[in-house]
């Protein structure tokens, strides 16, 4: 490597050391062409937030590789449909590149249909559907005109933006479905927008909302059905959970079904609690709040005695997160504030000014902040922090195992559920066994020779 | 789960539904990591290069690098001309590596980016490369990509001085590290020199160092890749896979080529050595005759627990033709052989097989999908099933045991240290598969049944 920290010049503003000042970190911007960014693009944002929809079917129009890339990779549970873990794609070809894909992707709506009935078919336009010129809004009118469902356009171009934007265009997608000619009474149940059921966590939070005595109309996405989301207009507040991709849908949802939101956070104990009490005091029902305080208390004295556990372990050591958005981050660090760990280094794909904002008021002075990180970057800080462990997703994980680092999945690939109070067990758990496992020995053994 | 799949077949000619290919540019990425110092570099959206990169470490289990030139709106209308300038530029100066191998994608070929003309005006550093080779995603499938970019290598890099270097040059088909290995051991026993293009075992399969390198140790030299060109013959392995590449060569550089299927089985494996004894006139050593002897002793102790089993096998034209013939010689019926990957030629050496071993009432085909394998086998059920990771959610639906063989595995670790290739390769096989078929005998049968001697 030339350069001894491996950043590029253009990159020098998206990294920062928290002491500096000044306007802040460069973020929310494109990719520099060149780099090894760790980002994906506009169709994958929308398809990760469309995706846990379990009874839809998401039918990618475009060359077979966005499809092949999306099956059944989010590891989003289901409490029945199976239909989403399927891939379908028109797998376009080069005579569709020529002549227009309209013709294909009609014919693909009438194969889905002749054999089956589903409720709504997301039809994402991949990067050359616009170039090539098809019109696919007027394939999902005449589709929706000839089989009363709704098929509902989702033009997610690669170029057209980042991963954010195509967080925007699920939202938009949602507020198209769900969006009912005449506005209905409300209930007093909530929706819980950005949780998408990962290891079952919206289950674990749906639980925790009983028990306090609130119920819960729509999950949005996870485990989410078709005729469940409909009802989401019904409810009296949002929950936003994943506020990166879904507070642009909250605020859509209180301008149009003026339902409130606020945002929540389950990762944590301190996070879970405080989430917890909020939706309380939102809802205002003083039994619910009652509720909420003694389960608080019950599950704080069942689960803190068992963190201390793992605290002895865990206290003192340093630990590096690079995760998609800035919400997660932030609830990450305060959680190694809660194992006694200290957060070195973090970086988000996605994170906003506000974020980094409070990222950079949580973490010590000497911490490293960046913005849509590379490999060389992370690798650098990472040794250069002395990062005992590495919280990320999926491409980070044999980065972290090649430094000899420690790992934690929190993204799509994690193992076990990491919400809630259970979750924080289990997320205890996993870095305790990845930071303490044997493996590092007979490794150092090896080094050592 | 999979209850969506109905049992019976339906007219379907636009849909793909759960597909066994993915687009070119991954396949051309994973070439071009096989080369020393490389970075592969994907010249369309950003979501390409991060989808090719997540789908490689799911498989190898290990950083797979490549750049993306990262368009944007502008990009789109105006061209990635200056996308792909600044890329160059940014590439050399922070990554440093010796070459830089560009692939397209479907939003860079529909657009018409002109790549040869944008490297030329390209300010590349004295004594770097810059190559590219063009993967429209709409064509083909990865294979189709990974033989494009060992093509754009040979274009861009090989030459004949004049002077032959009594090498024999290597197209090893789209194979694991692990295979890869293999091969060059059993050409090092021949006493074969050889340039192996791609090589990515060194790479895919570096080892644990406590240090994280871009480049790692393995992967063919710039430097034998302009060689290839003085080789006196080149060997296609795969030969849906790798005539191409070897058709390259031997256009640009009058360097004669033989091609061959891959070495998986008995049959593939003595004809992959007998081309070598041709070629280098040495001897088979003992070392080889004696795994031979070994494979031939496996097959036999064990041949009652395979005779007619039926099996499945999806995946890569030329893994799924491979274990077809392994499958053959162990006396089980290949009875659905599917490949994602368009073209007639894979139907053909099929139907070929079957006639050689004298087995009939078996199905080939080309531009399947896995959702269609799975209604065949919803009529007509299999014992066994042999492909990818994906066929795993088939498995659980119809109570099948899957051996796992072919890309991409995504849900288990060791495998692509291991050869499917050669004779050992077979050994390794012939053990998966009677470990999947006598486990399932284990689980299935009555207590009294239950056999400690098998």
């Not at chain 1, 005109?145 to 980042?162: D, E, L, N, Q, W």
């Not at chain 1, 405080?274 to 809802?283: P, Q």
């Not at chain 2, 290069?49 to 950083?63: A, Y």
């Not at chain 2, 590219?132 to 995603?137: A, E, F, G, I, L």
Request: aromatic share 8%.
């Amino acid at each position: 490597m030339k350069n001894d920290a491996a950043i590029l010049p253009e990159r020098a503003q998206s990294i920062r050391f928290s002491e500096c000042s000044g306007d802040g970190i460069k973020c929310e911007s494109a990719s520099v062409s060149g780099a090894v960014s760790q980002r994906a693009c506009v169709y994958c944002g929308a398809r990760v937030v469309l995706n846990p929809i379990t009874d839809a079917f998401h039918l990618v129009h475009g060359p077979i590789g966005c499809a092949s890339y999306t099956w059944d990779i989010r590891g989003s549970l289901s409490s029945g449909e199976e239909g989403y873990r399927n891939s379908y794609s028109t797998d376009l070809r080069e005579t569709d590149v020529i002549f227009g894909g309209e013709k294909k992707l009609v014919a693909a709506i009438d194969e889905i249909m002749a054999s089956h009935a589903p409720k709504v078919i997301f039809i994402y336009a991949t990067c050359i559907v616009g170039v090539i010129g098809d019109d696919i809004d007027a394939v999902c009118r005449n589709a929706e005109a000839k089989y009363g469902i709704r098929v509902i356009a989702v033009k997610s171009p690669g170029f057209s933006g980042t991963k954010k934007t195509g967080y925007k265009m699920a939202c938009n997608a949602i507020m198209s479905l769900v969006t009912p000619d005449v506005l209905p009474e409300k209930t007093c149940g909530v929706n819980i927008l950005g949780d998408f059921n990962l290891a079952g966590e919206m289950w674990i939070i749906k639980n925790y909302l009983r028990r306090i005595g609130v119920e819960v109309v729509a999950n949005i996405t996870g485990d989410a059905k078709v005729e469940d989301l409909k009802q989401a207009p019904t409810a009296q507040l949002n929950l936003v959970q994943c506020a990166g991709s879904m507070t642009y849908l909250a605020k859509q949802m209180e301008e149009a079904f003026s339902i409130p939101f606020i945002k929540v956070s389950f990762f944590g104990v301190t996070d879970t609690s405080d989430s917890l009490m909020r939706i309380a005091y939102a809802v205002g029902d003083k039994d619910v709040i009652k509720r909420a305080k003694a389960f608080i208390e019950e599950e704080k004295n069942r689960v803190i005695p068992l963190l201390n556990k793992y605290r002895k372990n865990l206290e003192g050591k340093k630990a590096a997160i690079y995760v998609g958005g800035g919400f997660k981050a932030i609830s990450l660090i305060r959680q190694f504030h809660e194992f006694g760990m200290n957060t070195v280094m973090v970086g988000t794909q996605t994170g906003s000014k506000d974020d980094y904002e409070v990222i950079s008021h949580l973490v010590d002075e000497d911490a490293v902040i960046l913005d849509d990180a590379n490999p060389a970057e992370l690798e650098a800080f990472m040794k250069e922090m002395g990062a005992d462990i590495l919280v990320g997703g999926v491409k980070e994980r044999p980065l972290a195992y090649k430094l000899g680092v420690a790992f934690c999945d929190h993204n799509h690939e994690r193992k076990h559920p990491l919400a809630g109070y259970e979750g924080t067990l289990n997320f205890a758990s996993e870095i305790n066994l990845s930071m303490n496992s044997p493996v590092w020995e007979i490794i150092g053994g090896i080094n050592n020779v | 789960m999979l209850e969506l799949t109905p049992k019976k077949l339906s007219d379907r000619s636009t849909l793909r539904i759960n597909p066994i290919k993915t687009c070119q540019p991954v396949g051309a990425m994973y070439a071009a990591l096989g080369v020393h110092q490389c970075m592969p570099h994907s010249h369309g959206s950003q979501g390409c290069c991060s989808f090719h990169r997540m789908f490689l470490t799911r498989h190898f289990k290990d950083p797979a690098i490549a750049s993306s030139s990262s368009f944007t709106e502008g990009a789109s209308v105006f061209g990635g001309g200056s996308n792909l300038k600044t890329a160059i530029k940014n590439i050399f100066d922070i990554y440093d590596p010796e070459i830089i191998a560009v692939h397209t994608t479907c939003l860079s070929e529909t657009i018409g980016d002109d790549l040869s003309g944008y490297i030329q005006d390209a300010k590349v550093p004295e004594g770097k490369l810059v190559v590219h080779t063009n993967t429209p995603s709409y064509v083909g499938s990865h294979i189709t990509g990974y033989y494009n970019m060992i093509s754009g290598f040979i274009k861009y890099l090989s030459e004949s001085t004049g002077e032959k270097n009594g090498k024999l040059a290597l197209f090893p088909g789209f194979v694991n590290p692990g295979d890869m290995r293999e091969m060059k051991r059993l050409m090092k026993l021949m006493g074969t020199e050889f340039i192996m293009l791609p090589d990515t075992s060194g790479v895919l399969d570096a080892p644990m160092t406590g240090n994280y390198t871009m480049y790692p140790k393995g992967g063919t030299t710039i430097a034998d890749i302009r060689d290839l060109g003085n080789c006196e013959m080149s060997l296609g392995l795969g030969e849906l896979t790798s005539e191409f590449a070897a058709d390259t060569l031997e256009k640009k550089c009058k360097v004669p080529y033989k091609t061959l299927p891959l070495p998986i089985g008995v049959e593939n494996t003595d004809a992959f050595i007998m081309a070598l004894n041709q070629f280098s006139k040495n001897e088979v050593p003992y070392e080889i005759e004696e795994e031979r002897g070994q494979l031939m002793d496996i097959l036999l102790d064990s041949h009652q627990y395979t005779h007619n089993k039926t099996v499945a096998i999806f995946g890569d034209p030329d893994t799924v033709l491979g274990m077809a013939q392994i499958v053959l010689e162990m006396g089980m019926i290949p009875k659905y052989m599917v490949t994602g990957t368009p073209g007639a030629a894979f139907d053909r050496k099929a139907a070929a097989l079957l006639e050689k071993f004298g087995v009939e009432g078996c199905t080939a085909k080309q531009a399947g999908d896995l959702f269609e394998l799975h209604q065949w086998i919803k009529n007509d059920p299999v014992d066994l099933l042999i492909g990818g990771t994906h066929g795993k959610q088939v498995a659980r639906a119809e109570d099948i045991p899957l051996v796992r063989v072919g890309f991409p595995i995504i849900d288990r670790y060791v495998h692509s240290y291991m050869p499917i290739v050669g004779y050992k390769g077979a050994i390794r096989l012939a053990e998966l598969i009677l470990n999947a078929l006598m486990d399932r005998q284990d689980r299935d049968c009555e207590d009294e049944d239950l056999e400690m001697v098998m």
